[in-house]
């Protein structure tokens, strides 16, 4: 595990304002930072912050480029290495009950039978390989990065669980076909309550894009999705539906491999009637009214993998469970 300290929140917040017009939407936490140094070999480690000696040393190394470029590229002030070392060490007591070898003790969890979940932080459209990349987190989200984050092999991923919501948001730039900019990109945004997590901004919406579930189907081997938020369409007269999109006048019926068929793609819309009905109180499928049984029915038929769950409100209970999230696939 690779530590965010000072200097990285500092160069994430520096170079995204230096970029203006090409910004990437960063949250400003250092995060791409500290990717980087992780792959430049110069990334500070938990296990560095029970040493002092190598500590200072890495963060010395670290500094040593990193100052001139705060210094001479964007006119700041150097950070002093033992403001950062000190900094650090004041979280060593806190830190070391809690650092183990979690490869192990995960390998012997599944040893012993028990479930193991592991939770990705981001969307497929963020990974670093996979995504809209500039437009990503520094990460692997898909379901490969469980296994290297975690040091299982991926024959022991055994579900696949996809997330996706009954529309689609997205925080911070990129490309977006089903993006909308009127009272229906309010309305969900709205009724979703559509702020971002970390930062609080206003997500971007837009309708379902078919395209894309299958990209997520496919990139991750989704056993299962689980489509959230399905109450919020309630009340829409009818309900688009990206089936596919229109790159220079030609149909593209998958996301274009080249990032700029996919900034220019033109969604293609099928329009499906909505319902009125208050669905917050369904709990199996039979209780939805028609409509949005044949809502999910069809953009399951387009995604790539059954929707083996539905979100129909906010609460932990407020959901219809169509196919078991646990057992046998």
Request: with cysteine; aromatic share 8%; charged share 25%.
């Amino acid at each position: 595990a690779h530590v965010i300290t000072h200097y990285h929140r500092t160069i994430d917040k520096v170079t995204e304002r230096f970029l203006g017009k090409r910004q990437i939407g960063t949250t400003g936490r250092g995060i791409g930072p500290t990717y980087a140094d992780k792959i430049n070999r110069v990334g500070i480690r938990i296990q560095d912050i029970f040493d002092e000696n190598i500590l200072r040393q890495k963060v010395e190394a670290a500094l040593d480029q990193k100052n001139h470029l705060l210094v001479k590229v964007f006119n700041r002030r150097a950070i002093d290495a033992d403001e950062v070392v000190e900094s650090l060490l004041s979280f060593a007591d806190r830190l070391r009950p809690m650092v183990a070898d979690t490869g192990l003790e995960i390998h012997r969890a599944l040893e012993r039978g028990e479930t193991v979940l592991f939770e990705a932080g981001q969307a497929t459209m963020l990974d670093v390989d996979h995504g809209t990349y500039p437009f990503v987190t520094s990460s692997s989200a898909t379901a490969g990065g469980a296994a290297t984050g975690s040091g299982i092999g991926p024959g022991k991923l055994e579900r696949i669980i996809g997330i996706v919501k009954a529309y689609t948001t997205r925080v911070g730039a990129g490309p977006f076909p089903t993006e909308l900019f009127d009272e229906s990109g309010e309305f969900l945004r709205a009724n979703g309550f559509e702020f971002g997590t970390t930062t609080g901004r206003p997500r971007r919406c837009g309708w379902y894009d078919a395209p894309i579930a299958r990209y997520t189907a496919r990139v991750n081997g989704v056993t299962d999705f689980v489509l959230t938020k399905l109450d919020v369409l309630t009340g829409l007269s009818t309900i688009p539906v990206c089936v596919a999109y229109e790159v220079d006048g030609v149909r593209v019926d998958e996301v274009p491999v080249n990032q700029s068929d996919f900034h220019h793609a033109k969604p293609v819309y099928e329009e499906f009637p909505g319902w009125t009905e208050d669905i917050t109180g369904a709990r199996t499928f039979e209780d939805l009214p028609k409509n949005a049984r044949d809502y999910v029915l069809a953009v399951e038929a387009m995604s790539g993998a059954r929707i083996s769950a539905i979100g129909v409100g906010p609460g932990r209970d407020a959901i219809v469970v169509r196919h078991d999230l646990l057992g046998a696939s």
